[in-house]
């Protein structure tokens, strides 16, 4: 890997920040960033149709979101390391992430240098995290929390409840029906126990799933 140009997707929401990195990135010798993205949809269309080596993807985004993508992008056989930048430092986060099969984790708190370490590493198919959540991925799968029972759609819909998103909202967001969402409602409900959309949002305030 050490002659080949490693060839980068960026996926953020935020232009700014995918302006920032991007510039960053290009300053490494080696590196690439071949094109970018403001969704998951995007990158996962993008990613059927072309080739790359490294992906960093946020979590949070509109629409599907990080970790929704990255299972479907493993789903299709997609075998490019992928890289979860993030501000979420929870251990649920980095537990869900990993199980959707992220190659590493780093925080958006974390120095660049870190991030451009952790995109080295991961083109080598390296694991890598950054200080913050390093201890976390160790334990992670020894842990057993309320929300490591749930699959990654009750995952991103617990979050979004838990934000005191309305149900149709959510339904227009994650495009199912508002039925459907109520189906999950319940279902998350009765793996987490928490019964009120308020026990939800103290949770994940407490465990620093949602923003403050």
């Given at each position: 890997?050490?002659?080949?140009?490693?060839?980068?997707?960026?996926?953020?929401?935020?232009?700014?920040?995918?302006?920032?990195?991007?510039?960053?990135?290009?300053?490494?010798?080696g590196f690439e960033v071949v094109a970018e993205f403001?969704?998951?949809?995007?990158?996962?269309?993008?990613?059927?149709?072309?080739?790359?080596?490294?992906?960093?993807?946020?979590?949070?985004?509109?629409?599907?979101?990080?970790?929704?993508?990255?299972?479907?992008?493993?789903?299709?056989?997609?075998?490019?390391?992928?890289?979860?930048?993030?501000?979420?430092?929870?251990?649920?986060?980095?537990?869900?992430?990993?199980?959707?099969?992220?190659?590493?984790?780093?925080?958006?708190?974390?120095?660049?240098?870190?991030?451009?370490?952790?995109?080295?590493?991961?083109?080598?198919?390296?694991?890598?995290?950054?200080?913050?959540?390093?201890?976390?991925?160790?334990?992670?799968?020894?842990?057993?929390?309320?929300?490591?029972?749930?699959?990654?759609?009750?995952?991103?819909?617990?979050?979004?409840?838990?934000?005191?998103?309305?149900?149709?909202e959510i339904a227009d967001r994650l495009c199912l029906?508002?039925?459907?969402?109520?189906?999950?409602?319940?279902?998350?409900?009765?793996?987490?126990?928490?019964?009120?959309?308020?026990?939800?949002?103290?949770?994940?305030?407490?465990?620093?799933?949602?923003?403050?």
């Open positions: 890997m050490t002659n080949k140009v490693i060839r980068i997707v960026l996926a953020d929401d935020h232009a700014v920040v995918r302006t920032g990195y991007r510039r960053l990135l290009e300053l490494e010798p403001p969704d998951g949809e995007a990158v996962y269309q993008w990613l059927k149709k072309n080739t790359a080596d490294v992906l960093i993807l946020d979590l949070s985004m509109p629409g599907r979101g990080g970790l929704e993508t990255l299972l479907r992008l493993r789903a299709c056989g997609q075998g490019l390391a992928v890289l979860i930048f993030t501000m979420h430092d929870a251990a649920d986060m980095v537990s869900q992430a990993l199980q959707a099969g992220a190659t590493g984790y780093v925080t958006k708190s974390s120095h660049p240098d870190v991030l451009v370490a952790a995109v080295r590493s991961a083109a080598l198919g390296v694991a890598v995290f950054s200080d913050d959540v390093a201890g976390v991925a160790k334990v992670v799968r020894q842990t057993v929390s309320p929300p490591s029972k749930l699959s990654l759609r009750e995952f991103e819909i617990f979050r979004l409840l838990a934000q005191g998103r309305e149900v149709a029906s508002e039925k459907t969402i109520f189906n999950y409602q319940t279902t998350i409900r009765q793996k987490t126990g928490l019964n009120s959309v308020l026990d939800m949002h103290k949770y994940a305030s407490r465990c620093r799933l949602i923003p403050p």
